[in-house]
């Protein structure tokens, strides 16, 4: 039987995740985001984000090698962080 394409997700490090797990965490992530009224709980959101996209980048280089997660992971990634710093910022001018 063979694998998801990002079986590394289930066992990096030592630390065995279920694939539900993994969609618990990213589903309630995405969730927060789409529920957040106030920058506070945007900003959170996108922090959150951020190691989650981190991690499914890092699985999909490491399984698959150069691909196109890996490429648009950068702007990704670089957007999250970007969007918490002004989320920060209109938070803290409230």
């Known amino acids: 039987m063979s694998k998801p394409s990002l079986w590394i997700l289930e066992g990096w490090g030592g630390l ?3 694939p ?12 927060l985001l789409l529920l957040a009224h106030s920058p506070r709980w945007a900003m959170v959101g996108m922090m959150l984000a951020f190691p989650l996209l981190t991690t499914v980048a890092a699985a999909a280089y490491l399984t698959l090698g150069p691909n196109v997660m890996t490429v648009t992971a950068g702007p990704l990634l670089l957007h999250c962080a970007w969007t918490a710093i002004d989320l920060k910022a209109r938070w803290r001018g409230e």
Do not use: I, K, P
Not at 20 to 31: I, S
């Open 20 to 31: 539900f797990l993994w969609a618990l965490l990213m589903g309630g992530v995405g969730l």
């Open 16 to 18: 065995h995740l279920s």
